[in-house]
């Protein structure tokens, strides 16, 4: 009888015993796991204290509140991903811009490098016509090639004698340089614009820098980030001071900006704002504009944060408030603003109209303010008189009209800047008219086909009223 009794006690023994070493392993695994994060946090700490831009920000309530929740994360998380996700969502809402998390696989020095050779795309620049007005989209100030193209495109703005001229600046948050060139070849004259304030300031002073305190410094000039995060933290102050480019641009300038125009875009739009011809259209902007630098981690991470802030001369500090507009606006009709005052429309008349147009759109399911039919029937939007724009008619239903000739036709249907493109899925065959097509949605995408036998008067019907499926019906007037 006691050896039965001792059966099951030895058994359950050895039960409790190996469930004991199948687990302890998986424990010992994740807290190692926590306490590296834990280091990362710690490392994080370390580094704002030593290279943020100003000490006494590290010391208020907002902050130390925040610190502690990035501190209490590295409990929770199971992953890195995990990790960086919480922390770079708990930051959005910090209380300060430009404080970033990333895995990253090059190190500082190596994405300084990188960043300082980056060329980005076609996408980043867009030079469209309407008549005699340039309409000139930047969707990023990062880039050599953006640089680039900006130059390029005031070229082509001078050769064809552009009266008026559109930037925008609605989807750009920012970047490098490529702003230099976009307010160069606008201004008559050299603009002191602002100041980058780095720590070596706020350790010695606490009153605000005027343009007084950098009237004897050389601005600085050049287009490296590395040399210029090296630079600014090397100095209290640095000069800001732009200089007119050949060829220049003397007719009206409209500038458009978004709630997402924000950082180099918000240093731009306020040193374009210099010029009397230049009228600002839109929202507020993000009131994000710092300049942050890449710092190394433990276990693979990688963090930015902000080592100087910019005070403009023409309306102090922008971080938290952004560069307010002349004319506010919506930003979905800030185009068809623009272009109502060029076509000389009083302002009164012409924000009548747009308000008819915002309510109208206000259930629209595109966050952009156009899109358009974009192929070989307009030279892929280069003969912008015969491009066609979609008008919006309610319930998700994009429409637009358009005489084709006797031929074959490939096209896609896209905003100005190409953010996003509606094309063929793989393998799809030419559209019939008369027939609901599924396109898709995305960069890139295969051209869409279709065929005609003779001149026709065409309506294409974009529907996007159900999410993740676009369809195209295409038919005869």
Known sequence: MKQLKMKPLAFLFIVIL????????????????????????????????RYHYNPKELITDEYLVL?????????????????VNGFNQLWKDGPFSHVTLNLSERNANEMAEFLDTLRVGDQSVSLQWIEKTAVLTVTTMMGMDTKERVFEAY??????????????????????????????????????????VSRKWWENNTREPKLEDVQDLTPWKGWSLRTFWNDIQAEPLTRVKFYPMKP??????????????ASATEFTIDALAHEKKVTIIGQTTAGEM???????????????????????????????????????IDQSVAMDLALSLING?????????VQLKIGKNSDQTLEVDAIYLFGNMNNWGKKWNITPRFEYK???VYETRATLKKGSYEFKIAPMDWGFDFGANPNQAKIILGQKTSIVRATGSDNLKIELAEETELTFSLDVSVENSATLYIVKN
């Open 18 to 49: 190996l469930y004991s070493c199948n687990f302890q392993p998986t424990n010992n695994r994740s807290n190692l796991f926590n306490q590296e994060l834990i280091a990362v946090s710690d490392s994080i700490s370390q580094l704002m204290s």
């Open 67 to 83: 610190e502690k929740k990035v501190k209490a994360l590295t409990i929770t998380a199971k992953t890195n991903e995990e990790f």
């Open 155 to 196: 070229r082509e703005i001078a050769s064809k004698e552009a009266k008026s001229l559109i930037i925008d600046l609605r989807n750009n948050n920012g970047g490098t340089f490529a702003g230099i060139p976009l307010v160069g070849h606008v201004l008559t004259d050299s603009i002191d614009v602002g100041i980058f």
């Open 248 to 261: 220049h641009f003397d007719g009206s300038v409209y500038v458009l900006t978004s709630k997402k125009s």
């Open 290 to 328: 710092l300049s942050q630098k890449m710092y190394d981690l433990p276990h693979g991470f990688q963090l930015s944060l902000p080592i100087a802030e910019y005070y403009s001369t023409r309306m102090g500090r922008i971080e938290g408030k952004g560069v307010k507009p002349d004319i506010t």
């Open 345 to 353: 429309v009083k302002l009164e008349d012409a924000l009548s109209e």
């Open 394 to 396: 309610g319930k998700g």
